[in-house]
């Protein structure tokens, strides 16, 4: 059986290198704040059941927000208020797990970079030898300089490496090493495992696996994540079918239509745009349109569908994706649609917020066979692309 794991994420710095007026922790980064980022990599690693976020006290109602808002469900997150040191942040962490866990991970809230390679890399080697971090080794001469800026000393940098996080290590060794500190200033857990006798070895960590320092991090981090060393896509799938009905106009993908007959259904009934979602929410595994706005729910009575679709390309883009490209067939028999195609177009791919030649729409009928061939009513078939913004 694999061993449990808990991430500690320390988030509880002032960020005074920065020189933001606010925690480092909490900027934009690429559309999401830096520790959300964090967060989903940890989350988003089948080793680790737990996750605990630390951050100042006196942000502690902003940062529940935040995950609601990012829809981080707190079933498996813990928020709790951080100290004055950063070891003492990692400890406050530390006293919310049990013996349940075996290994724990610490990672810096503001190394939102990490891999889900490295991770679990990490986890596995703290499995294996007791206590494992990522570094780097050192590439860069070394000087050993005084307060009026002169080189005292070159360091040779043979064997000399830079700690970054994840600092993985089973939990009892981490608690006994935090016992036996005596409270002395550390910077890392590496240190404390250190002092405590407990050997630590390194896992090979990334130059990519920045920590936000100092307002500079933030341009090279933004860099890359939009090169985005290893993009993810969805694939997604929707199929929708109206019935006509009189009395009603026809709109379709958010364009309202001349024809005599409208189409049945609770909302506007805009089968393209349904379609359309189903095939967004197939793509982020979110079920379906029928879950998300059910038409018992008086609210999506006759409502313009196009309010649904924004509402779809939200919950994307929280969960780090947006619309790469769709293609969508509409099976109707009449009206003729083709004048209506690229009105259609410019509507969605709007709401999509993407070009209008990543959206298209085209038409087609059945020559007169079938439901839509008789006329009674119009289906429509989307596929879609969704293209990740996480770097993992
Ligand atoms: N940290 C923490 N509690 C503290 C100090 C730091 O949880 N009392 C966290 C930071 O929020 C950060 C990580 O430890 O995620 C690494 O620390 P650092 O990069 O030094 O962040 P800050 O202390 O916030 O920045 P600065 O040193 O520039 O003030
Ligand atoms: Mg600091």
């Not at 896992?203 to 320092?213: C, D, M, Q």
Request: with cysteine; glycine share 8%.
């Amino acid at each position: 059986m694999s061993a449990s794991a808990a991430v500690i994420i320390p988030a509880a710095g002032s960020g005074s290198r920065m020189k933001l007026g606010h925690p480092k922790q909490f900027h934009m980064l690429a559309g999401l704040p830096i520790l959300i980022h964090t967060i989903r990599a940890f989350l988003n690693n089948p080793n680790i059941q737990r996750c605990i976020v630390v951050v100042p006290i006196d942000w502690l109602e902003e940062a529940r927000k935040l995950l609601s808002q990012y829809d981080i469900s707190l079933s498996n997150v813990t928020i709790t208020a951080g100290g004055r040191r950063r070891q003492d942040s990692v400890q406050a962490g530390l006293a919310l797990l049990d013996d349940s866990i075996d290994v724990v991970l610490v990672h810096d809230g503001a190394r939102p970079l990490a891999s889900q390679d490295l991770i679990t890399r990490c986890y596995l080697a703290a499995c294996q030898h007791g206590a494992a971090i990522a570094a780097v080794p050192v590439k860069d001469t070394l000087k050993k300089v005084d307060s009026d800026q002169q080189i005292t000393a070159t360091i040779d940098r043979q064997g000399l490496w830079q700690a970054q996080t994840p600092q993985a290590a089973q939990l009892q060794l981490l608690k006994k090493a935090y016992l036996e500190s005596g409270g002395e200033d550390v910077t890392d857990e590496s240190s404390l495992l250190e002092k405590a006798g407990i050997p630590v070895s390194i896992v090979a960590g990334s130059e990519t696996n920045l920590k936000i320092t100092s307002p500079e991090d933030l341009i090279l981090a933004e860099r890359i994540m939009q090169n985005n060393l290893n993009p993810q896509m969805r694939i997604g799938h929707g199929f929708d079918a109206h019935r006509f009905a009189t009395g009603k106009p026809l709109v379709l993908g958010g364009v309202t239509i001349p024809h005599t007959l409208g189409l049945a259904g609770h909302s506007d009934a805009d089968v393209v745009t349904h379609a359309l979602c189903d095939a967004i929410l197939g793509a982020l595994g979110a079920q379906d349109i029928g879950h998300h706005f059910p038409d018992s729910d008086a609210r999506f009575a006759g409502i313009y569908s196009i309010l649904l679709l924004e509402q779809v390309i939200e919950h994307a883009g929280k969960n780090s994706f947006c619309l790469g490209n769709a293609d969508i067939t509409i099976v109707c028999q009449t009206p003729r649609l083709a004048p209506h195609i690229q009105a259609m177009r410019e509507t969605l791919a709007k709401t999509c917020r993407v070009g209008t030649h990543l959206l298209n729409v085209k038409a087609t009928t059945t020559e007169k066979m079938g439901y839509t061939g008789r006329e009674e009513g119009i289906s429509c078939h989307a596929v879609v692309l969704l293209e990740s913004r996480q770097h993992n």
